[in-house]
């Protein structure tokens, strides 16, 4: 099975920094883009980030400048580094990654369990 596992979310203030990080493992033969989606309460979840397996990335526009995705494919790991966090920004942030199972398998799609980010005084 493939898991993934997200760290470093928490309670911070406004302006402040946050660093998640977001772990795959499992038998997976290849994977492909990783990024980051959040939730807010009574919101859509929307993309955040997103970083293809040749660098490519993707924001959501009203992050740009704030939020910086990064990845290590040797260590199968999945950064998002978080600025100036707003009171907006406070959600339950999922990490996910596309991938194959086996050589010329179908692209799947698979997704963290969650952490929480709040931003508050």
């Known amino acids: 099975q493939v898991q993934l596992v997200e760290f470093g979310g928490g309670l911070v203030q406004p302006g402040g920094s946050l660093r998640l990080s977001c772990t795959v493992s499992?038998?997976?033969?290849?994977?492909?883009?990783m990024g980051w989606h959040r939730q807010a309460p009574g919101k859509q979840r929307e993309l955040v980030a997103g970083?293809?397996?040749?660098?490519?990335?993707r924001y959501l526009d009203s992050l740009k400048g704030r939020f910086t995705i990064s990845r290590d494919n040797a260590k199968r790991m999945v950064y998002l580094q978080m600025n100036s966090l707003k009171p907006e920004d406070t959600a339950v942030y999922y990490c996910?990654?596309?991938?194959?199972?086996?050589?010329?398998?179908?692209?799947?799609?698979?997704w963290g369990q969650g952490t929480q980010v709040t931003v508050s005084s």
């Open positions: 996910y990654t596309s991938g194959s199972l086996f050589l010329n398998g179908v692209e799947r799609y698979f």
């Open positions: 499992g038998d997976i033969f290849s994977i492909n883009s």
């Open positions: 970083i293809g397996s040749s660098g490519s990335l």
